[in-house]
């Protein structure tokens, strides 16, 4: 067989619009199983934690105490 003849027989056959359909379904349906293969479930996003209102610090006694008072405008 010569190209001559070989020519017109796959111009033929690869414009038949059955051919070009199956072409598509089969490239679509690869690359929809490579995506399900490399498919990674997202991690869940961390819940934020309520946080109680913390008790206010307890005020220092003693002699410490007057100490740590910021003085006071006469």
Do not use: H, Q, W
């Not at 020519?7 to 059955?18: A, E, Q, T, Y």
């Not at 498919?39 to 220092?60: F, L, N, S």
Request: aromatic share 10%.
């Amino acid at each position: 067989m010569n190209f001559e003849y070989i020519f017109p027989i796959l111009k033929g056959v690869l414009l038949n619009p059955f051919v070009i359909g199956t072409a598509i379904v089969i490239i679509l349906y690869c690359n929809f199983m490579g995506y399900v293969a490399r498919y990674r479930k997202k991690p869940p996003k961390p819940k934020k934690k309520v946080v109680a209102d913390a008790a206010p610090a307890p005020k220092p006694e003693g002699k410490e105490a007057e100490n740590s008072r910021e003085p006071e405008e006469e």
